[in-house]
């Protein structure tokens, strides 16, 4: 079999790999969206000889997933992710409310596409489609709707390859259950603050590349009616960013679902890649002003944030920990590291530890 066709394989219980003409795709964003997976993976310095694959999953549900069978390793994007996307950003992009320095702004009209809610379809796809696409009437800022969305199907990628590069895939850690591991009954469900934390390594990867894809001029570049510069371009992939994890904040409630309990909420993910996002610009962007892009990074998750609550009915799922400073987070982190390295260390089984902490 060819490695689209093992992907398609792995990946059959979820709806397989998406086919063209499975549905509608939108001014070829789903096209485009395959195009961008797997130039990210051909882009990455990758220095083993397992073969990785990217493609699309032909799934409503918003979601991305890694795996790895037979020497192989696969990450799939389910469609549902990256039509919800874009909805989105369109929705965004046909206000004036909304990053207003990208093309003709004073046209849009807001009015016109509002009213209803970002969808959260799980099953029914046909039904997702019906009806017309929100639409902005500038072109520039129809292309930039594109263009975040393709941004943050990029950050997907890297997220899910950090569950790769970083071993979560692996059945043990010296004896140790403490990845994801896929067994006949799906993936073990492990205590969410374990889950939580490889989650959260993920996000650590994927930000680093993020930063260091502006360096090399790597992935999606911002459309020619967006701003070019280092600062903006991190603006707007971190802006991407904060948009994705809200989305899979809010389709990810259902009683049923366990992949909820795995994933922190968007603002705790936002405290979490602070400190690597810093580390990353000093490291990669040491010849432009660091402070000032750090100054920008600051203002991403608010502003997104408010964008996203501007173009939806339903509640952004934020947890707000003014109560804490970052330094207390990072201790937090840290600690929950300590006795997970103890655990493996000792080949230790009991998570009682963990889940106390």
């Known amino acids: 079999m060819s490695i689209a066709e093992q992907f398609n394989h792995r990946f059959s219980d979820r709806g397989g790999r998406y086919e063209a003409g499975y549905t509608d795709d939108p001014n070829g964003i789903l096209a485009r969206a395959r195009e961008i997976m797997q130039q990210v993976i ?21 979601s991305a997933v890694a795996s790895s069978a037979d020497g192989n390793a696969y990450i799939g994007m389910h469609i549902g992710t990256v039509l919800v996307l874009y909805d989105l ?29 970002l969808y959260a379809t799980y099953f029914d796809l046909p039904q997702y489609l019906e009806g017309s696409w929100p639409s902005p009437v500038s072109e520039h800022r129809k292309e930039a709707a594109a263009t975040l969305t393709l ?25 140790t259950v403490l990845s994801y591991v896929e067994e006949e009954g799906g993936v073990t469900r492990l205590p969410p603050m374990i889950a939580q934390m490889l989650e959260w390594q993920a996000d650590c990867w994927a930000v680093r590349e993020t930063v260091k894809a502006i360096t090399y001029n790597r992935g999606v570049r911002p459309s020619p009616s967006m701003r ?18 809200s989305v899979v904040a809010q389709t990810t409630l259902l009683p049923e679902d366990f992949e909820s309990v795995w994933h922190p909420t968007p603002g705790m993910r936002q405290l979490y890649l602070i400190k690597p996002l810093y580390e990353a610009i000093e490291e990669f962007l040491s010849d432009e002003d660091t402070d000032e892009i750090k100054q920008v990074c600051m203002q991403v998750f608010p502003n997104a944030e408010n964008a996203v609550a501007t173009v939806t009915t339903t509640a952004v799922r934020t947890e707000h920990l003014e109560h804490l400073s970052q330094s207390a987070v990072y ?13 493996i260390s000792n080949g230790d089984t009991d998570t009682s530890a963990l889940d106390e902490a």
Not at 331 to 343: F, K, Q, Y
């Open 151 to 175: 941004m943050a199907v990029e950050n997907g990628v890297y997220h899910e390859f950090g569950h790769i590069a970083l071993g979560h895939l692996t059945k043990q850690i010296n004896g």
């Open 331 to 343: 201790d937090h982190i840290n600690r929950l590291e300590e006795i997970a390295r103890s655990a």
């Open 42 to 62: 051909a882009d990455l310095p990758i220095t083993t000889t397992t073969q990785i694959y990217a493609d699309l999953v032909a799934s409503a549900k918003v």
């Open 228 to 245: 070019q510069s280092p600062k903006d371009q991190l603006f707007y992939r971190l802006f991407s960013l904060y948009c994705f994890l």
């Open 89 to 117: 950003f369109l929705r965004m992009m046909a206000t004036d409310r909304v990053l207003p320095e990208i093309g003709n702004v004073a046209v849009e009209n807001h009015e016109q596409i509002f009213g209803g809610k």
